[in-house]
């Protein structure tokens, strides 16, 4: 079974970046499509960015040109670069792993953007 784990968060100044890992166990990997979503407190978790298999990558529009989504199969990994971070951005960022027939969530990882 794949298991995922996020890393990399942590407390920024605005306008720093971020660069999130989510690292899968299993070298099936490959045939997951991952997202990213936030959670913000009080707020409803919101998709942030996602990757497909084929390495087509998409972005909420509160990030677009901001946030990028790459993948490193052969590490069974997945990042997400935060660049000009707001506090806005402050959340847990959690990664959502899908494949035909099964999903996974990982733990979530701490952002926050302050002065």
């Known amino acids: 079974q794949v298991q995922l784990v996020e890393s990399g968060g942590g407390l920024v100044q605005p306008g720093g970046s971020l660069r999130l890992a989510c690292a899968a166990s299993?070298?099936?990997?490959?045939?997951?499509?991952v997202n990213w979503y936030r959670q913000a407190p009080g707020k409803q978790r919101e998709w942030v960015s996602g990757?497909?298999?084929?390495?087509?990558?998409n972005y909420a529009e509160s990030v677009k040109g901001r946030f990028t989504i790459s993948r490193d199969n052969a590490k069974n990994t997945v990042y997400l670069q935060m660049n000009s971070l707001r506090p806005e951005d402050t959340a847990i960022y959690y990664c959502?792993?899908?494949?035909?027939?099964?999903?996974?969530w990982g733990q979530g990882t701490q952002v926050t953007v302050s002065p």
């Open positions: 299993g070298n099936i990997f490959r045939s997951y499509a």
């Open positions: 990757i497909t298999v084929s390495g087509t990558t």
């Open positions: 959502k792993g899908v494949t035909l027939g099964d999903s996974r």
